[in-house]
């Protein structure tokens, strides 16, 4: 078990700007926290047999931009979020490959179109259960993962390898506070209001909306994050008063403006 791995890691992330960062052991994976669980074919050591920790890294959504969605400006936030994410997800791997541990890198996302994802809404891997299992946040009713941080708006990755690197606890605290705002505020009411797993989005839905809105260069949708009051990252940018996101609340019409005016240009 090397700690001395974990703090060239923790290291080399705040080196690269990475402020979300934990370390889970592949076995977590066999002792399901609650049920359903991710499938057996679906776990780190099924995937790549070597696989001992799974170390999860995240980068926040400017939840400023993310105020404009469906816009142009969310939509390249999330390209470059998840371009980052991939490479430094690489770089961490290759890495720990190098000095003697071989690893691989996970990618952010892992489908080819959305119309794959209709016929089949899950990746082969899950980044938001890694990221639970490996410490960073709880499942909340909007079906993400909420960290003490940033709430849900954080991107996460994964690196599998075959070092032993002391882990992570899991929170046991549920940040999820339950006000419901994301079942409210979701356009397609594709949110139950039950807790995860039950509380699962409805997929289809979710997934015509973020294709409706890819056919207008304004993907992805993001508005059940938005509104989520969980995190430090509203206390930052000066967010926490929720009024801000009811049009009809004057106080803040100067935000509804500039909103409007971000969302008329670079989408149809
Ligand atoms: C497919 C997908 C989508 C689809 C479908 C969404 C959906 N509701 O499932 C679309 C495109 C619509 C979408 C939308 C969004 N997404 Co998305 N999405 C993914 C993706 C690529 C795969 C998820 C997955 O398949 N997980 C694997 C399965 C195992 O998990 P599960 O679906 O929860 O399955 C459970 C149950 O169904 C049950 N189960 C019971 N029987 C069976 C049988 C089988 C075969 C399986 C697999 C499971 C299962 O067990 C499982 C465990 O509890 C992940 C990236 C990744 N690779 O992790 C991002 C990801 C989950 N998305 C993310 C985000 C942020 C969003 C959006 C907010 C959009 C945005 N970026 O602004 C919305 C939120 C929607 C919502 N509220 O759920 C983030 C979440 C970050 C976080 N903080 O949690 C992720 C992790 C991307 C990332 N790299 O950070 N997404």
Known sequence: MSGEIRDKITGMC????????GFAPADRWDNPPFEPWVPEEFRPR????????????????SLPVLETTPSIHYHELYRTVNTLLDMHGYRVAEFLTGIGHPS???????????AILKEKPVAFFSHRH?????GLGTFGINNTLLTPEFGP?????????????????????NLCIRCMQCVAACPVKALNGKDYPEGLTEKRTCTARSEALANRFISPCGICIKVCPVG????????EDMGIYHEDDERFSVYHRAWKHVRSYGGR
Do not use: C, H, M, N
Request: no cysteine.
């Open 130 to 134: 890694a990221a639970y299992l490996a």
């Open 104 to 114: 691989i890198w996970i990618p952010r996302d892992g489908y080819g179109s959305i």
């Open 14 to 21: 705040q080196d690269l700007g990475i402020p979300v960062v």
């Open 46 to 61: 099924a995937i790549y047999p070597e696989t001992k920790t799974v170390i999860v890294i995240g980068l926040p959504v």
């Open 153 to 173: 708006r954080v991107r996460f990755a994964s690196i599998f390898t075959s070092a032993e690197i002391p882990p992570d606890k899991v929170l046991e605290k």
């Open 232 to 239: 430090a990252d509203r206390k930052r940018f000066a967010r």
